[in-house]
């Protein structure tokens, strides 16, 4: 099974500045297709998760350009340019490269 | 706008079973591969399975092979979910996620409760 790490598992951070959070797979996410299938997930409190991200930086529909992914292999980063209060929420990657799926154990972030 | 609509939350005893479901509104899922994924109180998530309508195919993560059922009927765009064998650790919100993980169901709590 894909183990995912992600890094830091708390983050808190000041309005308006950048926040960014790593995840590393245990073996690389490079589908035999040539697709990578790495997705963001957003959890706001008490809300179903939400996609923010798809196959490493694709900013899903709606998602604010502040949003932004990339890596490749087995190390990824989610980047926020400049936090905002509703940005409040526990965010996971997740690899669908792989069968089966496995999500990281999440990153809180929290407004200081 | 596609929608997923999941059935209301559930009380169940150590031992029994659940069964939730989860309709597509606004469209239809028959061609779409949905997952169903759990979060306990307070911690992550985790992939449970996962169904392919249109060629009838389930997979399951080995956690819970045995237990989980996967079920869809094409007829009425509704997916079900059930598992067998509920211990007080299967108390969790289960979601049901069009495999792209881009729309999700409102989310079921099932509580296992002696």
């Known amino acids: 099974d894909i183990v995912m790490t992600q890094t830091p598992l708390s983050s808190p951070v000041t309005l308006g500045q950048p926040a960014s959070i790593s995840c590393r797979s245990s073996?690389?996410?490079?589908?035999?297709?040539?697709?990578?299938?790495l997705n963001w997930l957003q959890q706001r409190p008490g809300q179903p998760p939400r996609l923010l991200i798809y196959?490493?930086?694709n900013r899903f529909s709606g998602v604010p350009d502040r949003f932004s992914g990339s890596g490749a292999g087995t190390d990824f980063t989610l980047k926020i340019s400049r936090v905002e209060a509703e940005d409040v929420g526990v965010y996971y990657c997740?690899?669908?490269?792989?069968?089966?799926?496995?999500f990281g154990q999440g990153t809180k972030l929290e407004i200081e | 706008q596609v929608q997923l609509v999941q059935s209301g939350a559930e009380v169940r005893k150590p031992g029994s079973s659940v069964k939730v479901s989860c309709q597509a509104s606004?469209?239809?899922?028959?061609?779409?591969?949905v997952s169903w994924v759990r979060q306990a109180p307070g911690q992550g998530l985790e992939w449970m399975g996962r169904i392919i309508p249109i060629v009838d195919t389930t997979n399951y993560a080995q956690k819970f092979q045995g237990r989980v059922t996967i079920t869809a009927d094409k007829s009425t765009s509704t997916n079900y979910m059930e598992l067998r064998g509920l211990r007080s650790e299967d108390t969790a919100v289960y979601y049901c996620?069009?495999?792209?993980?881009?729309?999700w169901g409102q989310g079921t709590m099932v509580t296992v409760s002696s």
């Open positions: 073996q690389s996410l490079v589908h035999s297709d040539g697709n990578t299938y």
């Open positions: 196959k490493v930086s």
């Open positions: 606004g469209g239809s899922f028959r061609s779409y591969t």
């Open positions: 997740m690899q669908a490269t792989h069968f089966l799926y496995s």
């Open positions: 996620v069009r495999d792209a993980f881009d729309i």
